[in-house]
């Protein structure tokens, strides 16, 4: 494990680096994001302030607006570029480079996009949980915030990151058959958005398949630590999502080397 | 022409003196490699688009065609063709990139598409379209990634960089980021990242594309002094022959995917270099319509006349139509202000056999 870190310490610095460089490009990406976040928040209020009820499918208002700010932050920082980072270098054949190395290729990927995600990390995550906080206090009158369920939250939140980083990089592979990812990687954000949770709470969908998508991989992206966090899951609950995000990871781990080999088989590099 | 079975010829020359010295147990086996590519065709205008999205056209393109060959230890061997003949994708099925389609390859005792982690370890590559350097680190940052990654010690890569220092010149460059580098400092310092784990083989597929002459020297030299000092084999691909010439033991010739010549280079001098070239300058250029060398020497393609305007240029085989001969039809001919004949160097050779106009018999 140790020496794991010293081979692929370099990357995360590379990481830290280049995300250095690209900063205004984030800048302007996270506030078109933040934006997006504050109209889902007076579209709900809207619903609220109308239908009269004090709560809407059993969220209250404030449970609702801690879903939105706390599904904004969780699919920021458990988002993945992997798809995109993978993509282009078959794209432009610079995946041969890493090939002539003795490394893996997931955890190369994985190291330096920690190194980028540090950034985006220390900008949105600290002012948005203490404005969550301090809106839920001043709505309730009292401290909502629970460390342990915090801990619990983080917990989860590695876990969602991880299963998105493997769910990218396989999609990532597609780009040997697709050869260009930019079109699709648009639909599956989208696709992947709506059915983790991170537009609307997966309790708002049918029964079924609300039932199907807690199952599926895609909950344990967004929706499972949102939950956690504003306290929506009991004990049992939280046991068996934290079990069925790390069995959705071990899949993932499996599946992309799996994909990898059969593409590594057919590979032609592109661009000579 | 006589070239009978050149490569059987060749090949026996080395394999005898192997068996003397162990040292010179070959490293790399190839053995009737073969890659085939898919390619989707495309009919023209929209409706080819329409129809080629629906239901795409494929034909397999075979661009390596079971090629043989084996490479001794401390070999710097020369890897040639024109674009397009297939080099690099043997590179990449040698260095474990692609898997080949059929047939194998074996170096220093490993496969290298099926142990490609532990195969790498052992070898060094340099792509020079490519580069391995990290772009937007500085360039010791490099050196220091690639020192974890093959678990080079602290003690050997000290002397490992100095050594790479005094060959390859980086102290100049070594503090700046990659990106800020020129093409020549980039290639020396993608040299030196191929070298830092000391490889066993050195492939280095065109690594002298668009430099200088003096940078293309300092290159040579480092390769040379590498493979002395070390016994590191090489495998070079190259358009420049300069680099054949100076650096290279073997060369070994390829054309649309299958070997066309492999021997030493005086062999292939001995063999083909009876290739003449005459220059001159006519008189008066509409003469020119006078010449039948065709006609008057009873021989088809042996003869091949380029005007570029300025100077006309003959290329003939000497052992078919004699100088004299030559001269004497040309000159009674038409006028001429200057005229010379020259021996084929190794570029007109080589562009010769890509040209096809020498038959070789592989």
């Known amino acids: ?272 | 022409m006589t070239g009978s079975c050149l490569s059987v010829a060749f090949d026996a020359i080395p394999r005898v003196t192997h068996m003397l010295t162990k040292e010179m147990i070959q490293l790399i086996y190839v053995n009737k490699l073969k890659k085939d590519f898919k390619k989707t065709i495309k009919e023209p205008g929209l409706k080819g688009s329409l129809k080629s999205f629906v239901k795409p056209k494929t034909e397999i393109i075979t661009a390596v065609n079971e090629i043989d060959f084996h490479v001794p230890k401390g070999e710097i061997l020369g890897f040639i063709g024109p674009n397009g003949a297939g080099k690099s994708t043997v590179i990449k099925m040698l260095t474990g990139i692609l898997t080949p389609t059929s047939g194998s390859c074996e170096i220093n005792g490993k496969v290298p598409y099926k142990n490609r982690k532990s195969y790498v370890r052992e070898i060094g590559v340099v792509f020079g379209q490519r580069t391995q350097l990290w772009w937007d680190l500085a360039l010791r940052e490099t050196y220091t990634v690639l020192k974890e990654i093959y678990e080079v010690d602290d003690k050997s890569f000290k002397e490992r960089m100095a050594f790479l220092n005094e060959v390859l010149e980086l102290d100049e460059f070594i503090t700046s980021p990659v990106r800020t580098l020129s093409l020549g400092q980039r290639m020396r310092a993608d040299i030196a990242a191929s070298l830092l784990h000391s490889p066993k083989v050195l492939f280095l597929d065109e690594p002298t594309i668009g430099l200088d002459v003096v940078v293309k020297d300092n290159i040579r030299k480092a390769v040379k002094t590498i493979n002395e000092n070390e016994q590191t084999t090489v495998i070079l691909t190259t358009h420049d022959l300069q680099d054949v010439e100076n650096l290279c033991d073997r060369i070994v010739m390829i054309d649309k995917g299958s070997k066309i010549f492999d021997g030493e280079i005086a062999e292939l001098k001995r063999k083909f270099g009876q290739s003449r070239e005459m220059k001159f300058v006519p008189a008066d250029f509409s003469a020119l319509d006078k010449l039948d060398y065709e006609g008057e020497f009873h021989l088809k393609d042996a003869v091949e006349v380029e005007n570029d305007g300025h100077n006309v240029s003959v290329r003939f085989d000497s052992d078919r139509i004699s100088v004299e001969k030559m001269l004497n039809y040309t000159l009674s001919k038409l006028h001429v202000k200057d005229i010379n004949v020259s021996d084929a160097d190794i570029e007109e050779i080589i562009k010769g056999i890509y040209r096809s106009e020498v038959k070789v018999d592989a």
């Open chain 1, 1 to 272: 494990m140790r020496r794991i870190f010293k081979i692929y310490k370099p990357f995360t610095h590379a990481g830290v680096m280049l995300a250095a460089q690209y900063r205004v490009n984030f800048i302007f990406f996270i506030l078109g994001d933040v934006l997006m976040c504050f109209i889902n928040y007076f579209l709900w209020k809207a619903v609220f302030s109308s239908g009269g009820a004090q709560t809407f499918m059993g969220f209250s208002e404030t449970d609702m607006v801690s879903y939105i700010f706390i599904s904004f932050l969780t699919s920021t920082l458990a988002y993945s570029d992997g798809s995109y980072a993978v993509g282009e270098e078959i794209k432009d054949g610079s995946i041969a480079m890493r090939m002539i190395k003795p490394i893996r290729f997931d955890l190369a990927f994985l190291f330096q996009e920690l190194g980028e995600r540090t950034m985006s990390i220390s900008i949105v995550f600290l002012p948005l949980m203490v404005g969550v906080e301090i809106f839920r206090f001043v709505v309730t009158g009292a401290v909502q915030f629970n460390i342990f369920r915090f801990l619990l939250y983080l917990l989860s939140l590695v876990l969602a990151y991880l299963i998105n980083f493997y769910v990218n990089v396989c999609y990532g592979y597609s780009a040997f058959v697709l050869k260009n990812l930019w079109g699709s990687n648009l639909l599956k954000n989208i696709i992947i958005g709506f059915l983790s949770g991170a537009t609307i709470p997966l309790a708002f969908l049918p029964p079924v398949l609300s039932a199907v998508l807690n199952f599926l991989p895609f909950a344990s992206l967004t929706y499972t630590p949102v939950m956690i966090y504003i306290g929506m899951y009991g004990p049992v609950q939280i046991l068996t999502s934290f079990g069925l995000q790390i069995v959705w990871l071990i899949f993932f781990i499996f599946l992309q080397q799996v994909i990898w080999n059969a593409c590594v088989k057919r590979l032609s590099v592109q661009g000579g």
